[in-house]
């Protein structure tokens, strides 16, 4: 999924005070998942605002909805009304739903509640990890399926470097190296032989380094 | 306008029992009593929103810890409370407005120390 | 520089090499700033007492003048650089560029390296490059010096009817015997050497017993005929500087028997420069040690009087 983390009250209060009417929009995907945008979040972030703008003196009103996902068009028809009739929205989606809410309710300020992390999975309630960077050209054919782009810090296709100890990357001890993790998958897959080949440079381009991305699928255009 | 009381979330299990066994019942009435299979039913949202809809505090009363019958619910309590608090103070709160505290079902001597501290800030 | 005679690059190191001496390195750590004296002091501790002075590379990602620089400075006091290059803060394009200026200035040795990540240094919030890592760094080298050609096809020429003017340079890897996972090392080093190193320098080395294995496996793959290995070393200075590496840095193991060692000396530097000593005599007995390579960090000026010590003064005209 998709992670994200939610951004300090502070500089949420501050992005969203001056909106007289504030819908707070959650996303039922991957940030539930990761418990940082879900309903139930939601549901907190706004009973905090409420009590702090009671505080503060601020008549900021406040909604909550949730739809099930932020990226896709349909989701949003039944929230189309609340969002037509809010003065700001503060989507707590990833940087692709605020974007996509954005650009549906031309006008309309969205404001984004998290910040987006990675493309990763949950290890255990409470713990994200990166697994994927999106490069754009997979090899993961090649290292039993650990991908050195996204878990070794320096990307080598060629690794180890000289930094790492008791398997833990120089830059995080609680990072796992991730050439130590490639070693020991090709080594209960019985493929170390070929660590030994040399991975050529890689073509970057397939991915944000060749700009903003575009998939075109002529064969599915109606 | 009625004034709102300070919620208590209240074990079956424990605390509740000891809330029945009080020699002074009528302490109870300086709180109000949500009752809970265990405490770790307890959502924050659901704290926030006593808060949000007018209740000065809430009060979470739980087994003591690793005597919960469920084994971990007064655990995952805990943490939810310290989050609450923490969610408050980051918002300029004053987050000694939710407190746990723990009570087996023989302590009435405790919990009516608990109502009577709660009478007496309010007078 | 002369080249030809089966010579790559015709270095004073490789001449060295090939003729079949040990080879002496030490390193020379840029300034922090602009200032030109810090370069030619330290370029006066190592003249003469080496066959070439790494000059290194903004060096655990703290901003350095670069290498290329210092080491101009340093040929112009009479030394002879190896200019190292991490994939840390370059592209291929700024590499390749890079390379092509430093031979054209004079410059014959590069060491290839992958480079410290960012996160050590004092601009830990900057971009990350690594678009290449090491063995692929020194497989491009290898390239433009042999194939005569960039790492996109192109052959290296200023245009259809002008010459080849490729950059003919000694390659440089690095190699750590002491990092983990530990049966990796010599796969990681038999690599570099297919990629096309010419030398290897290892991390400097306190735990003989570990090295000497690593060379054992290094011998047993005959990597020791087709590359030169220097082994690394650096004088310790203090019982805290010895600690300090031992907690801090990634990659390195020091023996408790070493650090006890240190803390019962009387003089702690003298005990340090005479472990270095002993160390160096050590490693000439080792088969396959082409060489080693002095990394006294801010401590140039004590390296003539361990190479001396040693036994390899003078140094050899070749």
Redesign the interface.
């Given at each position: 999924m998709i992670t994200a983390v939610q951004k300090?009250?502070?500089e949420i209060?501050r992005m969203v005070e001056a909106s007289g009417k504030l819908l707070i929009l959650g996303c039922g995907t991957c940030v539930t998942v990761c418990m940082a945008g879900g309903e139930?979040e939601v549901?907190?972030l706004a009973?905090?605002?409420?009590?702090?703008c009671r505080?503060?003196g601020s008549s900021l009103e406040i909604e909550e909805a949730t739809i099930e996902r932020q990226c896709d068009r349909e989701f949003f028809d039944p929230v189309k009304a609340q969002v037509l009739g809010a003065d700001a929205v503060l989507s707590m989606a990833c940087g692709v739903g605020v974007q996509f809410c954005s650009e549906l309710f031309e006008g309309k300020r969205v404001l984004p509640a998290l910040n987006t992390r990675f493309y990763g999975t949950t290890v255990q309630q409470g713990l994200w990890s990166e697994r994927c960077a999106g490069c754009g050209t997979c090899v993961l054919d090649r290292f039993g399926g650990v991908c050195p782009v996204a878990r070794c810090?320096?990307?080598?296709?060629?690794?180890?470097?000289?930094?790492?100890?008791?398997?833990k990357c120089?830059?995080?001890k609680e990072i796992d190296?991730g050439?130590?993790l490639i070693?020991d998958r090709m080594s209960a897959l019985g493929l170390l032989d070929s660590?030994?080949e040399?991975?050529?440079?890689?073509d970057?381009s397939t991915g944000r380094d060749g700009g903003p991305g575009r998939i075109r699928r002529q064969d599915v255009e109606l | 306008m009625e004034k709102k009381k300070i919620v208590a979330f209240c074990c079956e299990n424990s605390s509740l029992k000891a809330a029945e066994a009080l020699s002074d019942p009528s302490l109870l009435e300086a709180v109000e009593i949500v009752a809970l299979p265990c405490l770790g039913k307890i959502e924050i949202g659901l704290v926030l929103k006593c808060l949000e809809k007018g209740h000065p505090g809430v009060l979470v009363l739980g087994c003591p810890l690793d005597n919960c019958q469920y084994l971990r619910g007064n655990y995952r309590a805990v943490k939810r409370v310290e989050r609450v608090r923490q969610l408050l103070g980051e918002a300029g709160l004053d987050e000694s407005r939710v407190r746990m505290d723990f009570l087996s079902s023989l302590d009435s001597h405790r919990l009516a120390e608990i109502l009577q501290g709660i009478k007496r800030s309010e007078a | 520089m002369k080249e030809g005679n089966g010579l790559k690059a015709g270095s004073n190191l490789e001449r060295v090499f090939q003729a079949g001496h040990f080879a002496v390195t030490a390193e020379l750590g840029p300034p922090k700033s602009a200032e030109v004296e810090v370069v030619h002091t330290k370029a006066g501790y190592l003249k003469g007492v080496v066959d070439a002075v790494n000059i290194t590379d903004n060096q655990t990602a703290i901003v350095r003048m670069s290498s290329l620089a210092a080491g101009l400075l340093a040929m112009r006091e009479g030394l002879e650089p190896v200019i190292q290059i991490t994939c840390r803060d370059r592209n291929r394009i700024a590499i390749q560029s890079d390379v092509l200026g430093a031979y054209a200035l004079g410059v014959r040795n590069i060491l290839c390296l992958s480079g410290d990540h960012q996160k050590f240094g004092n601009h830990p919030s900057c971009k990350n490059v690594y678009d290449l890592d090491s063995v692929q760094l020194i497989g491009m080298l290898k390239e433009m010096r042999d194939d005569k050609r960039f790492l996109c096809g192109e052959e290296i020429r200023n245009g259809k009817n002008a010459p080849l003017a490729e950059p003919r340079i000694f390659i440089g890897g690095a190699a750590n015997p002491f990092g983990d996972p530990f049966p990796v090392r010599v796969i990681r080093l038999a690599k570099k050497v297919r990629a096309g190193a010419d030398f290897i320098q290892t991390q400097c080395i306190y735990d003989m017993e570990r090295f000497e294995e690593w060379m054992r496996q290094v011998r047993e793959r005959g990597l020791h005929e087709q590359v030169k290995i220097m082994a690394g070393l650096t004088p310790l200075k203090s019982v805290g500087m010895a600690q300090y590496m031992r907690d801090n840095v990634a990659g390195l193991r020091i023996p408790d028997q070493v650090l006890e060692r240190l803390s019962k000396a009387q003089d702690k530097a003298a005990e340090g420069i005479k472990i270095c000593v002993e160390q160096i005599q050590r490693l000439r007995e080792i088969e396959g040690v082409a060489g080693v390579h002095i990394m006294a960090i801010e401590w140039e000026k004590r390296v003539a009087e361990i190479v001396e010590k040693a036994g390899l003064l003078p140094r050899p005209k070749v």
């Amino acid at each position: 999924m998709i992670t994200a983390v939610q951004k300090p009250f502070e500089e949420i209060y501050r992005m969203v005070e001056a909106s007289g009417k504030l819908l707070i929009l959650g996303c039922g995907t991957c940030v539930t998942v990761c418990m940082a945008g879900g309903e139930k979040e939601v549901g907190i972030l706004a009973s905090t605002l409420r009590l702090a703008c009671r505080e503060r003196g601020s008549s900021l009103e406040i909604e909550e909805a949730t739809i099930e996902r932020q990226c896709d068009r349909e989701f949003f028809d039944p929230v189309k009304a609340q969002v037509l009739g809010a003065d700001a929205v503060l989507s707590m989606a990833c940087g692709v739903g605020v974007q996509f809410c954005s650009e549906l309710f031309e006008g309309k300020r969205v404001l984004p509640a998290l910040n987006t992390r990675f493309y990763g999975t949950t290890v255990q309630q409470g713990l994200w990890s990166e697994r994927c960077a999106g490069c754009g050209t997979c090899v993961l054919d090649r290292f039993g399926g650990v991908c050195p782009v996204a878990r070794c810090a320096k990307s080598l296709l060629n690794g180890p470097c000289g930094g790492a100890q008791d398997g833990k990357c120089e830059v995080d001890k609680e990072i796992d190296c991730g050439w130590q993790l490639i070693y020991d998958r090709m080594s209960a897959l019985g493929l170390l032989d070929s660590l030994m080949e040399i991975q050529p440079v890689k073509d970057w381009s397939t991915g944000r380094d060749g700009g903003p991305g575009r998939i075109r699928r002529q064969d599915v255009e109606l | 306008m009625e004034k709102k009381k300070i919620v208590a979330f209240c074990c079956e299990n424990s605390s509740l029992k000891a809330a029945e066994a009080l020699s002074d019942p009528s302490l109870l009435e300086a709180v109000e009593i949500v009752a809970l299979p265990c405490l770790g039913k307890i959502e924050i949202g659901l704290v926030l929103k006593c808060l949000e809809k007018g209740h000065p505090g809430v009060l979470v009363l739980g087994c003591p810890l690793d005597n919960c019958q469920y084994l971990r619910g007064n655990y995952r309590a805990v943490k939810r409370v310290e989050r609450v608090r923490q969610l408050l103070g980051e918002a300029g709160l004053d987050e000694s407005r939710v407190r746990m505290d723990f009570l087996s079902s023989l302590d009435s001597h405790r919990l009516a120390e608990i109502l009577q501290g709660i009478k007496r800030s309010e007078a | 520089m002369k080249e030809g005679n089966g010579l790559k690059a015709g270095s004073n190191l490789e001449r060295v090499f090939q003729a079949g001496h040990f080879a002496v390195t030490a390193e020379l750590g840029p300034p922090k700033s602009a200032e030109v004296e810090v370069v030619h002091t330290k370029a006066g501790y190592l003249k003469g007492v080496v066959d070439a002075v790494n000059i290194t590379d903004n060096q655990t990602a703290i901003v350095r003048m670069s290498s290329l620089a210092a080491g101009l400075l340093a040929m112009r006091e009479g030394l002879e650089p190896v200019i190292q290059i991490t994939c840390r803060d370059r592209n291929r394009i700024a590499i390749q560029s890079d390379v092509l200026g430093a031979y054209a200035l004079g410059v014959r040795n590069i060491l290839c390296l992958s480079g410290d990540h960012q996160k050590f240094g004092n601009h830990p919030s900057c971009k990350n490059v690594y678009d290449l890592d090491s063995v692929q760094l020194i497989g491009m080298l290898k390239e433009m010096r042999d194939d005569k050609r960039f790492l996109c096809g192109e052959e290296i020429r200023n245009g259809k009817n002008a010459p080849l003017a490729e950059p003919r340079i000694f390659i440089g890897g690095a190699a750590n015997p002491f990092g983990d996972p530990f049966p990796v090392r010599v796969i990681r080093l038999a690599k570099k050497v297919r990629a096309g190193a010419d030398f290897i320098q290892t991390q400097c080395i306190y735990d003989m017993e570990r090295f000497e294995e690593w060379m054992r496996q290094v011998r047993e793959r005959g990597l020791h005929e087709q590359v030169k290995i220097m082994a690394g070393l650096t004088p310790l200075k203090s019982v805290g500087m010895a600690q300090y590496m031992r907690d801090n840095v990634a990659g390195l193991r020091i023996p408790d028997q070493v650090l006890e060692r240190l803390s019962k000396a009387q003089d702690k530097a003298a005990e340090g420069i005479k472990i270095c000593v002993e160390q160096i005599q050590r490693l000439r007995e080792i088969e396959g040690v082409a060489g080693v390579h002095i990394m006294a960090i801010e401590w140039e000026k004590r390296v003539a009087e361990i190479v001396e010590k040693a036994g390899l003064l003078p140094r050899p005209k070749v």
